[in-house]
């Protein structure tokens, strides 16, 4: 890996690793505080608004990061009356010309062929050297909204290299990823009834970007090799296979981004846990996860047929399995 691959890859760690316990104010603060580290930048700006997609309007918010003291007030005199709207007018004005999907602002460059035709806006631009930005129709987070970010570059003369933009595209996908797992992880610390489900992400190497205490707990518990930093072999090979279980836990994965990250949602399975069962329901569980036919488990436990029977409809039911080959599967993964 080259050296300015490795930086990247250990920026966007960083940036994952800023999720747990933020705010969204102060979390977007923090990544373009550890962008700036990366590539230096004059100032940046993130713009989140969902008013449009919605009858009642409801109005974004802004996190500014190093902007000039007059650029709020700059920027919001752009929305004029004759538009007929008070929004954010630079979402506004990329929606006159969106199709509703992912927007890039031609790379973006104000003073350049921008897709925003209007004299003012890219008079604009140039004062304030917009450098490069994005505009993502976000409804990953269940709000059905849309954020803007936007870099700036070091000088008004002074324009980021083409490497930057491409790296600055890169760690802006990221960042969104980031932010759309801070607000999944607000929402489970104020909604008691989620907290069984959980969120991290890894890369195809299994290094952990976002993790909760009690996820780690569980997977320590069910492999004492795992760090802390990268998942258990087992559930990386589950992960690889699409497999629905590994041991206690269901899984379901989402690409994020085109770097190979994995976005992972673990939940604990209810139906992994066999106290429930009395001592003869685990011996026949025993048997019929090892493959035992019922007649097999009858013999074996010196017991009829049908009690037999009896007892794996129970069994099935409490470990919440649909029948043998479903119960001999989480036994494999036990």
């Excluded at 890039?104 to 004299?119: C, G």
């Excluded at 036919?293 to 009829?304: C, D, R, Y």
């Amino acid at each position: 890996m080259l050296e300015h691959d490795k930086e990247l890859h250990k920026t966007i760690e960083k940036i994952y690793s800023s999720v747990p316990g933020c705010l969204p104010g102060e979390h977007w603060q923090s990544m373009f505080a550890i962008v700036d580290q990366f590539i230096p930048i004059r100032g940046a700006w993130m713009g989140h608004s969902e008013w449009w997609l919605h009858e009642d309007y409801r109005e974004g918010y802004q996190e500014f990061y190093k902007m000039p003291d007059d650029f709020a007030a700059s920027y919001f005199s752009m929305s004029t009356e004759d538009e007929g709207n008070s929004g954010d007018p630079l979402v506004i004005k990329a929606l006159m010309a969106s199709d509703n999907n992912t927007l890039r602002l031609s790379e973006v460059l104000p003073d350049r062929d921008i897709r925003m035709s209007t004299d003012a806006y890219l008079q604009w631009g140039k004062h304030y050297a917009i450098g490069d930005a994005i505009m993502f129709h976000d409804e990953f987070s269940g709000t059905k909204a849309s954020v803007f970010i936007a870099f700036y570059r070091r000088e008004i003369e002074n324009d980021f290299n083409s490497h930057e933009h491409q790296q600055l595209l890169i760690l802006k996908q990221h960042m969104m990823a980031a932010h759309r797992l801070l607000l999944q992880d607000i929402s489970r610390r104020f909604d008691a009834d989620k907290t069984e489900g959980y969120l991290m992400l890894v890369d195809a190497l299994g290094l952990v970007y976002h993790m909760e205490d009690t996820i780690e707990k569980w997977l320590r518990s069910m492999d004492l090799s795992f760090t802390g930093k990268h998942l258990p072999q087992g559930l990386l090979d589950a992960i690889t296979q699409r497999l629905t279980s590994w041991r206690h836990l269901t899984i379901s994965t989402e690409m994020i981004g085109t770097k190979g990250f994995l976005l992972v949602k673990l939940q604990k399975n209810a139906f992994s846990d066999t106290d429930s069962l009395t001592q003869m329901e685990n011996k026949v569980a025993d048997l019929l996860g090892q493959g035992c036919t019922i007649k097999q488990v009858a013999n074996e436990m010196n017991i009829a047929v049908s009690t037999a029977s009896s007892h794996s409809k129970k069994v099935y039911s409490k470990l919440g399995v649909s029948g043998k080959h479903a119960l001999v599967e989480l036994y494999r993964n036990l």
